[in-house]
Each structure stands twice: as C-alpha cells, then as structure tokens.
C-alpha cells in the first residue's frame, strides 16, 4: 500500500468511517485519519475515532442533522479546498461510504474544480452492515438475487418522485435509507404497487453500535411499530424475504433490544 509523500501540496481524502462501530473503519482511513492535519467530521463520526486523529490536528464538527443544515455543502466545499490550497492533509470523515448518499460526490467534484488533489477511501455502507447486523445477508441463494438501496428523504407522493416504486415493487431485496418519518408512505406505495403487505421487514436503529435497536416485522406493520418504539436517524429499513432470516437463526449481534412482531 502506498501514501502520498508530503510534498507541501495538501490532500483532500474522501474517507468512509463505517457505519458506526469505531472498529469498522478500514485499516487505510485510520491510517490516514492518523496522518491528517485537519479532519472535518459528520454528526455521526464517534468519538472514538475522532480520538485517534493527532492531538494537534484541526477538528471540524460540519455535521447536518436531517432538515436541519449547520453549515451548507458550499460552505464545507469551500473549506475543503481552502484547507489543501494551504497545503495540508485534509480528512473529510464521513459516515458510512463516502458515495452512498454521503455528497461524496459533490465534494469530490468541487476539489476537481479548484485543481485540489483528492482520493477516496470507501467505507463500510450501512446499506450493507445494518442489515448485516440484525442478521440479514442482502442477497441469498434462493431467496433474493440482488439488492436496490433507495432513500426515503423524497417525499413519496410528491408528482416528481425520481424512486419508481412500480420498478421496486418487482426487484429483490430493499434497502431504504434516510426519511424515517415517511416510512408510512413508503410502505402504502409499495402496497399498491403491488408489494404483498406480508412481506417481511426490518427496521434497524444505530447499526452496529451499542445503542442498536432492531425490530422485526413486514411492510404493512413495520411503520407503526417504528413509530411506536420512537426510532430517530439514523436508521435503516429492509423489506424483502430475506428479512424473515433473523427470526430463522441469524440473529447474531447478542447485545441489543430486539423486539419480534409476526
Ligand atoms: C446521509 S445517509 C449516509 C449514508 C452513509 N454514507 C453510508 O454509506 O452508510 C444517512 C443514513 O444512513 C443510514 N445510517 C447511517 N448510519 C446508520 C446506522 N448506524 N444504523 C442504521 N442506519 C444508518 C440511515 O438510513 C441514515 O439516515
């Protein structure tokens, strides 16, 4: 594996943090988070991380929580780019992957644009590791032979919706990230787009962590029960029949909450 040498020229690195768990980062983001001389971190990087970066490096809390913006995208662009032109090592943590709804992109495309040097370190997405963690593969032979990741944030009856929920009513495995409080709406969709409601589901709360909640249930009871339990972000759903897997044997992750509803 090899590194950038410190040439004077700053770096911008693209780094995904893993879904939550400290320990999931991979082994070329902790080394990098090591190195760096800034680090601008989301709501969700913990602590724990964080703690590793050098005790003389720049932290920068440039966290959104969800409808509620502190600092705008423009804005941590710029500050991106601003830190490198001064010729520092900059880590940009971001939970999960960097290019699974992380705006990775976005910022990725503003260091091209300033002529910034910039590489991405993927990361653990919790599309994959929170079903992982309530015991749910994605795929499964015989079962699911492929696996969409959609977000709730768009409002699911709004005319211009760009998720074609006719289209994901037919496909395998769901994962649906982001916009909890639709997930009422999202569930009425895929109903009438023909998704039987008996169809298993999944809602997991803070993956990996030790805060994780999981509750088990199928599309037309999964909403309420969400509600009910008062589930905040971040959390993922499930729907599909893999989601029937936990409840067959493959609930592995012992220390959290679950509640079971048939
Ligand atoms: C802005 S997206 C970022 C996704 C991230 N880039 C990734 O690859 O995991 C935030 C959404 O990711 C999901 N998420 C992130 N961390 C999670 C966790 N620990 N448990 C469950 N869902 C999580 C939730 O759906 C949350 O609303």
């Known amino acids: 594996m090899t590194y950038r040498k410190d040439d004077g020229i700053g770096t911008v690195y693209l780094v995904g943090a893993g879904p939550g768990d400290p320990d999931l980062i991979t082994v070329k983001g902790l080394k990098l988070l090591r190195r760096a001389d800034v680090v601008l971190f989301d709501r969700l990087?913990?602590?724990?991380?964080?703690?590793?970066?050098?005790?003389?490096?720049?932290?920068?809390?440039?966290?959104?929580?969800?409808?509620?913006?502190?600092?705008?995208?423009?804005?941590?662009?710029?500050?991106?780019?601003?830190?490198?032109?001064?010729?520092?090592?900059?880590?940009?943590?971001?939970g999960g992957d960097p290019f699974v709804f992380g705006r990775g992109g976005e910022e990725a495309l503003a260091c091209y644009a300033a002529g910034v040097r910039f590489e991405v370190v993927p990361g653990v997405s919790s599309a994959i590791a929170a079903p992982a963690?309530?015991?749910?593969?994605?795929?499964?032979?015989?079962?699911?032979?492929?696996?969409?990741?959609?977000?709730?944030?768009?409002?699911?009856?709004?005319?211009?919706?760009?998720?074609?929920?006719?289209?994901?009513?037919?496909?395998?495995?769901?994962?649906?990230?982001?916009?909890?409080?639709?997930?009422?709406?999202?569930?009425?969709?895929l109903q009438a787009a023909g998704l039987a409601p008996e169809t298993p589901a999944v809602c997991i709360e803070w993956a990996s962590t030790d805060q994780q909640r999981v509750i088990e249930g199928t599309l037309a009871t999964i909403a309420a029960l969400v509600s009910e339990a008062g589930f905040e972000s971040p959390a993922t759903t499930v729907i599909g029949a893999v989601a029937a897997l936990p409840q067959q044997g493959l609930r592995w992750f012992k220390d959290h909450e679950i509640e079971i509803c048939s």
């Open 45 to 94: 990087a913990s602590d724990e991380l964080l703690n590793e970066a050098r005790p003389d490096a720049e932290l920068i809390d440039v966290g959104k929580t969800p409808y509620r913006a502190s600092i705008s995208q423009d804005e941590i662009n710029a500050l991106l780019v601003e830190k490198a032109q001064a010729g520092l090592t900059v880590v940009r943590l971001k």
């Open 133 to 189: 963690y309530a015991g749910i593969p994605v795929t499964h032979r015989h079962m699911s032979t492929g696996f969409t990741v959609f977000t709730g944030h768009e409002d699911p009856n709004k005319d211009e919706t760009s998720v074609d929920y006719e289209a994901l009513a037919r496909v395998g495995t769901l994962v649906l990230m982001m916009g909890l409080g639709k997930l009422a709406k999202i569930s009425e969709r």
